[in-house]
């Protein structure tokens, strides 16, 4: 299992466990144009020290239960685990008054929280692995999403690319975004249940901006879509279960996805991935601790345990996306030998086909095209 295999299947539960995972619905989102808060400002340096157990709120199986597990036991704690299904979720739950230790969100989403200063500053100087994710990769010094990573530290990068079993279309494809038009997958082909990821196929393909706004171009990138809809089995994130289990042949994922897909396969020969020659939207997911955390120390030995090398290559093997850590580059190498297409690197991040916040009529118009895609 990954970051993105949702066991929507599951249902909805609530609570938390400790050390197992739950899934959490909720919608809503850190409003993009939030005025800086004055919390963060005046909260006195996180001293990393173990100060209570560790409330954890992260994707479902994005980190090795046996690192969490080494975690607990080296410092004597609890690692209380809930999940979330989206990025949305996450962030409705933070408004709603859950306090969470460490959370993980992907650029786009810490971005807003910073500017709605719900996030604590983190000391760099305190964390032993620091050097080996800023020393090592330039790129985080400073990111579009955190100033000077003042708040976050990054966790993992992706990006976006087209997968597909070998066995039922051949093992090359042309390249394209076009290719999820492929007709001998009618039936038999997802797309991402994701806003922004389908909206920027379509962007890609007519040559526009991922993260258009414009009303001209959103028109035109829902009839395209719309031409697409037909001919899919639907929309969904669970893309190795989908592409595994047989009940897809061709869909859109992201590029850690397809890692697992062959890692769990008997014949990890029959599926393939690419990266369309349009671009690839890429991400990067990161750590981060709540202003209203009631264990920050806790937080900072979690992050810095998970920078360890040794740690980080445990969960690289585990969920098959890489991690900006200086010393795991030959694991994720290792890794991703038998789909290199799917390999993602700061090089990828720094060409920026990124996903990021809009204006508040922007995210509205890009919702309302997307409401009309699903509705088709």
Not at 72 to 81: C, S
Not at 168 to 194: C, E, V
Not at 268 to 274: K, L, M, R
Request: some cysteine.
């Amino acid at each position: 299992m990954n970051r993105r295999d949702l066991f929507r299947y599951a249902g909805l539960l609530g609570g938390a466990t400790a050390l197992a995972p739950l899934a959490l619905g909720g919608c809503g989102f850190a409003s993009s144009e939030a005025p800086a808060a004055v919390e963060e400002s005046q909260a006195p340096p996180i001293e990393m020290k173990v100060d209570g157990d560790l409330v954890y709120f992260n994707w479902a199986d994005y980190i090795d239960p046996d690192v969490k597990a080494g975690f607990a036991k080296e410092y004597g704690v609890k690692v209380i685990e809930s999940n979330f299904d989206s990025m949305e979720s996450m962030t409705s739950k933070l408004a709603a008054g859950n306090a969470y230790d460490v959370i993980f969100p992907s650029d786009k989403f810490a971005e807003r929280l910073v500017k709605a200063g719900k996030l604590r500053a983190i000391d760099h100087a305190q964390l032993k692995g620091a050097e080996g994710v800023f020393g090592a990769y330039a790129y985080f010094q400073n990111p579009w999403y955190d100033k000077n990573s003042a708040h976050t530290i990054p966790n993992t990068m992706y990006k976006t690319g087209v997968g597909w079993r070998k066995d039922k279309l051949g093992d090359k494809l042309t390249g394209s975004w076009q290719d999820l038009w492929d007709p001998r997958a009618n039936g038999k082909k997802f797309l991402l249940d994701d806003r922004d990821e389908v909206l920027g196929l379509a962007a890609l393909r007519l040559g526009y901006d991922i993260n258009t706004a414009d009303p001209a171009q959103l028109d035109k990138m829902v009839a395209l879509i719309k031409e697409l809809r037909p001919n899919l089995r639907g929309f969904s994130s669970d893309t190795t279960h989908n592409l595994s289990g047989g009940s897809s042949w061709l869909q859109q994922m992201w590029s850690g996805d397809i890692v697992a897909v062959i890692g769990q396969a008997d014949k990890p020969e029959v599926y393939g991935f690419e990266s369309p020659s349009e671009g690839a939207p890429t991400g990067s997911d990161t750590y981060a601790i709540p202003v209203d955390a009631k264990h920050p120390g806790t937080a900072m030995l979690f992050i810095d345990y998970m920078l360890r090398p040794e740690n980080a290559i445990k969960n690289i093997e585990y969920i098959g996306y890489p991690m900006p850590i200086k010393g795991t580059e030959q694991a994720y190498a290792k890794l991703v030998e038998p789909v290199p297409e799917s390999v993602v690197s700061v090089d990828d991040l720094a060409k920026a086909i990124n996903f990021h916040n809009g204006t508040a009529a922007e995210t509205q118009a890009r919702d309302a095209a997307y409401t009309e895609i699903k509705a088709a």
